[in-house]
């Protein structure tokens, strides 16, 4: 599958699992994407805010569909996010690494979801060429 669809810039992205921790990987994919001009939302049910943006308990709860959802969580929460994503007709999925479980990338396969797993957004993605 072409990875570069995920990475165009008029893409609405939510990231499941943003962190208030700036050490955490939460945290630092959802400012690196900020930083680059990605329109992102946070999803995390323990804040209200992260750096003084709304972050919102779970994906339905976005004044937006997303096009693209991102999970930094663990397996089992992810196993959940990609079942909402096709209550949502939501398409895209990257799971990113310790996140993936294998139950939810044949889900995702089987339910005609877009999916990327072993491989980091940021790392992996953003260094590759971001269309504009």
């Avoid at 893409?11 to 930083?35: D, F, P, Q, R």
């Avoid at 949502?88 to 797993?117: H, R, T």
Wanted: hydrophobic fraction near 35%.
């Amino acid at each position: 599958m072409e990875t570069k669809e995920f990475f165009n810039k008029k893409n609405l992205i939510a990231i499941v699992g943003v962190s208030s921790n700036s050490e955490k990987w939460g945290w630092k994919i959802y400012n690196s994407l900020k930083s680059s001009g990605f329109c992102v939302y946070s999803i995390n049910p323990k804040y209200m805010q992260i750096n003084g943006d709304a972050c919102y308990p779970d994906l339905k709860s976005l004044p937006k569909k997303p096009d693209v959802v991102i999970t930094v969580v663990s397996p089992k929460i992810t196993e959940h996010i990609v079942e909402e994503c096709k209550n949502l007709k939501i398409n895209k999925v990257w799971m990113q690494p310790g996140s993936e479980s294998e139950k939810a990338i044949i889900f995702c396969k089987s339910n005609n979801i877009d999916v990327v797993y072993n491989a980091c957004f940021v790392v992996d993605g953003l260094k590759n060429k971001v269309d504009d």
